[in-house]
């Protein structure tokens, strides 16, 4: 392990190195001089958890933040990079975890915005950046149509005219955001085909992710940052995925979810040909049936936007039901309010947290209240009994491990872990019969969701009844005992989870129904 700026005697010029990199907000020390080096050629892995400063670094390095200590090097020549044209005119890309194309125009308009090229000095010369635009993506191995409206594509596709409007512009250097977050299995490995390509050309690629399986795959070399502070650069060959996570969180972290067979039970949520509509009155959810027991978690895998979130809005009262029918514990709960759906002995983790999870304002002991504040022993009469509730919080608190300096600080000064945990407490912590858990652990820590992970795991085991929406496969084929996939609004499968693979949950995903089935037939 080294410390990220020591280079072997012999070797060259790294194409990018920062000396001394600090950042600093008010209250928070972001980046805490980091030295770090990328050589050309090579995919340098970029771990930490939420917060570590992966990000607050990368935007340094792309001109988006300004350091406040530091320089940066660019072939060994010393480099001012104030805003993304800079950065751009020094041969660096970005590709953004959320991908910045206009839906609307083709490709290859988007391709072209900002430096565009004219016949005539007059009209837009379309056909020549369409030529160039073929050009690399043969050479790259970046297979998409320039032509094709945006919108129209599947995520793999968008992504690839994101590669590519990068280096349309002349990039030898990409920083690549949590590129596989929204991509099928399938579309991963085809990513890092692609990535392989490109350092083989000469390309150097720094790869940002939380997924140390991923990073193990592909990635040359893996620096690690938490706190704001750089602990070590190091090799998948020299390092264990535990080895990792225990330099990301500062402690052991065990990465297996320990679980025993499940034993389900009575159905306890049953769904039958649910249709619900989103914002723009598409049909989201579209004809979608299914139980789940007692003592099971039935887990819902998919690519992001195929009617995950529709369906938990509905499940849960948030979002009007256009067709179909839910019961809960045989109780009719098509378009009940929310409260209705909780009273029957249901419990919700959102996916937006701070949309649907916490009143930000509000602090730690009145958030962990919110779901039964109207409840004994929180209500006398018309009052508040603050002494039961402050009691309240200060047990869940310590049960869960909440970091908070008290329990009356507001819910916006925590981590975004700890918010996540303030609404695992309160969800968890009440005499329950079924949870939804729609991401749990998006956007937080290795130890946060090894400790959410066994929480739901606990929950299945006292009888209650899981759904797990997660677009992490990861996360769903370690928690599900059977797994739903949805595409297009539709649950094109439910595997066992026992024997479902990750080659056949890919398929599923992208909609290949036959050629998944082909993969858990048995052999003649």
């Given at each position: 392990?080294?410390?990220?700026?020591?280079?072997p005697?012999?070797?060259?010029?790294?194409?990018?190195r920062?000396?001394?990199?600090?950042?600093?907000?008010?209250?928070?020390?972001a980046?805490?001089?980091?030295?770090?080096e990328l050589?050309?050629?090579?995919?340098?892995g970029?771990l930490?958890?939420?917060?570590?400063?992966?990000?607050?670094?990368m935007n340094i390095?792309?001109?988006?933040?300004?350091?406040?200590?530091?320089?940066?090097f660019i072939?060994?020549a010393?480099?001012?990079?104030?805003?993304?044209n800079?950065a751009?005119?020094?041969?660096?890309?970005?590709?953004?975890?959320?991908?910045?194309?206009?839906p609307?125009?083709?490709?290859?308009?988007?391709?072209?915005?900002?430096?565009?090229?004219?016949?005539?000095?007059?009209?837009?010369?379309?056909?020549?950046?369409?030529?160039?635009i073929?050009?690399?993506?043969?050479?790259?191995?970046?297979?998409?149509?320039p032509?094709?409206i945006?919108?129209d594509?599947?995520?793999?596709?968008?992504?690839?005219a994101?590669?590519?409007?990068?280096?349309?512009?002349?990039?030898?250097?990409?920083?690549?955001?949590e590129?596989?977050?929204?991509?099928?299995?399938q579309?991963?490995?085809?990513l890092?085909?692609?990535?392989?390509?490109?350092?083989?050309?000469?390309?150097?690629i720094i790869?940002?992710?939380?997924?140390?399986?991923?990073?193990?795959?592909v990635a040359?070399?893996?620096?690690?940052?938490?706190?704001?502070?750089l602990?070590?650069?190091?090799?998948?060959?020299?390092?264990?995925?535990?080895e990792?996570?225990?330099?990301?969180?500062?402690?052991?972290?065990?990465?297996r979810?320990?679980?025993?067979?499940?034993?389900?039970?009575?159905?306890?949520?049953?769904?039958?040909?649910?249709?619900?509509?989103?914002?723009?009155?598409?049909m989201?959810?579209?004809?979608v049936?299914?139980?789940v027991?007692?003592g099971?978690?039935?887990?819902v895998?998919?690519?992001?936007?195929?009617g995950?979130r529709?369906?938990?809005?509905?499940?849960?009262?948030?979002?009007?039901?256009e067709?179909?029918?839910?019961?809960?514990?045989?109780?009719?709960?098509?378009?009940?309010p929310?409260?209705?759906?909780?009273?029957?002995?249901?419990?919700?983790?959102?996916?937006d947290?701070?949309?649907?999870?916490v009143?930000?304002g509000?602090?730690v002991?009145?958030n962990?209240?919110?779901?039964?504040?109207?409840?004994?022993?929180?209500?006398?009469?018309?009052?508040l009994?603050?002494?039961?509730?402050?009691?309240?919080?200060?047990?869940?608190?310590?049960?869960?491990?909440?970091?908070?300096p008290?329990?009356?600080?507001?819910?916006?000064?925590?981590?975004?872990?700890?918010q996540?945990k303030?609404?695992?407490?309160?969800?968890?912590?009440r005499?329950?019969?079924l949870?939804?858990?729609?991401?749990?652990?998006?956007?937080?820590?290795?130890?946060?969701?090894?400790f959410?992970?066994?929480?739901?795991?606990?929950?299945?085991?006292?009888?209650?009844?899981v759904?797990?929406?997660?677009?992490e496969l990861?996360?769903?084929?370690?928690?599900?005992?059977?797994?739903?996939?949805?595409?297009?609004g539709?649950i094109?499968?439910?595997?066992d989870?026992?024997?479902?693979t990750?080659?056949?949950?890919?398929?599923?995903?992208?909609?290949?129904?036959?050629?998944?089935e082909?993969?858990?037939?048995p052999?003649?």
């Amino acid at each position: 392990m080294t410390d990220g700026s020591t280079r072997p005697a012999g070797r060259a010029e790294p194409v990018l190195r920062v000396e001394g990199i600090t950042k600093r907000f008010p209250g928070v020390l972001a980046n805490d001089h980091i030295s770090l080096e990328l050589h050309r050629g090579e995919v340098l892995g970029m771990l930490g958890e939420n917060g570590a400063g992966k990000s607050t670094l990368m935007n340094i390095i792309y001109g988006l933040y300004t350091p406040d200590e530091g320089e940066i090097f660019i072939n060994g020549a010393r480099v001012e990079i104030h805003e993304p044209n800079d950065a751009i005119r020094h041969g660096i890309g970005m590709v953004h975890q959320h991908f910045m194309l206009v839906p609307i125009l083709s490709v290859a308009e988007n391709i072209m915005l900002g430096v565009e090229q004219t016949r005539n000095r007059l009209f837009l010369d379309e056909e020549r950046v369409i030529a160039d635009i073929e050009k690399l993506a043969a050479q790259h191995g970046l297979e998409v149509d320039p032509r094709a409206i945006v919108e129209d594509l599947p995520v793999g596709d968008q992504q690839r005219a994101e590669i590519i409007k990068a280096l349309y512009r002349g990039a030898e250097i990409l920083i690549l955001d949590e590129p596989t977050a929204v991509l099928t299995p399938q579309e991963a490995d085809d990513l890092f085909v692609i990535m392989r390509s490109l350092t083989a050309q000469g390309k150097s690629i720094i790869f940002i992710t939380h997924k140390l399986r991923e990073v193990m795959d592909v990635a040359d070399r893996i620096a690690v940052l938490r706190g704001g502070q750089l602990v070590g650069v190091t090799t998948p060959a020299e390092t264990t995925r535990e080895e990792l996570a225990t330099m990301m969180v500062g402690r052991e972290v065990l990465l297996r979810v320990e679980k025993k067979p499940a034993t389900p039970g009575e159905v306890v949520m049953q769904v039958r040909d649910l249709r619900v509509r989103d914002e723009r009155h598409h049909m989201a959810v579209d004809g979608v049936s299914f139980d789940v027991r007692a003592g099971e978690v039935l887990g819902v895998a998919g690519v992001q936007g195929n009617g995950q979130r529709e369906l938990v809005e509905a499940l849960t009262g948030l979002r009007a039901i256009e067709a179909g029918q839910i019961k809960i514990l045989g109780i009719d709960t098509t378009n009940a309010p929310p409260r209705a759906i909780t009273e029957i002995g249901s419990a919700h983790v959102p996916e937006d947290r701070h949309k649907h999870g916490v009143v930000l304002g509000y602090p730690v002991e009145d958030n962990l209240a919110l779901v039964t504040y109207h409840k004994s022993p929180f209500t006398q009469g018309f009052m508040l009994n603050t002494k039961a509730i402050e009691a309240y919080a200060r047990r869940l608190v310590e049960d869960f491990d909440i970091r908070t300096p008290s329990i009356e600080t507001p819910v916006s000064s925590l981590s975004g872990g700890n918010q996540q945990k303030l609404i695992v407490a309160r969800e968890f912590s009440r005499d329950v019969k079924l949870l939804i858990a729609a991401q749990p652990t998006r956007g937080i820590d290795v130890g946060s969701i090894e400790f959410i992970h066994n929480n739901i795991i606990a929950q299945r085991d006292a009888g209650v009844a899981v759904l797990l929406i997660s677009a992490e496969l990861d996360e769903i084929m370690a928690l599900s005992d059977r797994i739903a996939v949805m595409y297009k609004g539709q649950i094109v499968g439910i595997v066992d989870a026992a024997t479902a693979t990750r080659e056949q949950l890919g398929l599923l995903m992208c909609g290949a129904v036959e050629d998944a089935e082909l993969l858990s037939a048995p052999a003649d």
